[in-house]
């Protein structure tokens, strides 16, 4: 079994996420996204510009392809 708790690691901390909590199960699949969840000001968006989502999910995506198939799911949804 490949395990990639290094890389893993890595992208937490270089996404600000190191103290996030670990789960089994990394979403509900019956969770509801919806637009009611988007963003809605102008300084919400401001903020969001600082943050490189797409770079975080294309490591996810990378996780997802070579050792944990588990996240693809979410991986999809964020998407």
């Known amino acids: 079994m490949l395990l990639q708790a290094v ?15 670990h789960t089994q199960t990394p979403m509900n699949p019956e969770s ?23 770079k975080a999910i294309g490591f996810l995506m990378y996780v997802a392809v070579s050792t944990c198939p588990n996240i693809t799911f979410v991986i999809s949804t964020l998407l």
């Open 7 to 21: 890389y893993v690691n890595t992208i937490l901390t270089r996404f600000h996420m190191q103290d996030t909590k």
């Open 32 to 54: 509801v996204l919806s637009m009611d969840q988007c963003l809605s000001t102008h300084t919400e968006c401001e903020d969001m510009k600082d943050i490189p989502y797409q």
